[in-house]
C-alpha cells in the first residue's frame, strides 16, 4: 500500500519561509502528476500546485511567485518551497497522487502564518 507522508510544516511570521516535503513509500517515477493541497479553517480543500513526473508544474495564481513546486525522483520526495507567506496562507497541506482508479493523500501537514 502506498503511504504518502508530509513533513516541514510549522509557524511563522508573515513574510517567512517553509519547505514541505511529501516522501512516498514508493518509487515516485510512476506517478505522472503529484500535487499540493490545503484547507484553511472553515474552507474547502483547494489545488495549491502540481508536478508531472518531468517536472513540468503549475502553480495556482494566489501563490504564484512566491511558491515553488519540485520533486526528486530518485529520492521519491516531492516539495513545497514557501516564501512570502501571508496569514491566508494558514492551513493544513497535503499531498496528493492522482491514480487511474483512486486519489492518494497523506496525513497532511499544518502550516500557521501569524504574528
Known amino acids: 500500500q502506498v503511504q504518502l507522508v508530509e513533513s516541514g510544516g510549522g509557524s511563522v511570521q508573515p513574510g517567512g519561509s517553509l519547505r514541505l516535503s511529501c516522501s512516498a513509500s514508493?518509487?515516485?517515477?510512476?506517478?505522472?502528476?503529484m500535487a499540493w493541497y490545503r484547507q484553511a479553517p472553515g474552507k474547502e480543500r483547494e489545488l495549491v500546485a502540481t508536478?508531472?513526473?518531468?517536472?513540468?508544474?503549475a502553480i495556482e495564481d494566489s501563490v504564484k511567485g512566491r511558491f515553488t513546486i519540485s520533486r526528486d525522483n530518485a529520492k521519491n520526495t516531492m516539495y513545497l518551497e514557501m516564501s512570502s507567506l501571508k496569514p491566508e496562507d494558514t492551513g493544513v497541506y497535503y499531498c496528493?497522487?492522482?491514480?487511474?482508479?483512486?486519489?492518494?493523500w497523506g496525513q497532511g501537514t499544518q502550516v500557521t502564518v501569524s504574528w
Open positions: 496528493n497522487v492522482p491514480t487511474w482508479d483512486r486519489q492518494l
Open positions: 514508493v518509487s515516485i517515477v510512476s506517478f505522472n502528476t
Open positions: 508536478i508531472t513526473v518531468g517536472s513540468g508544474s
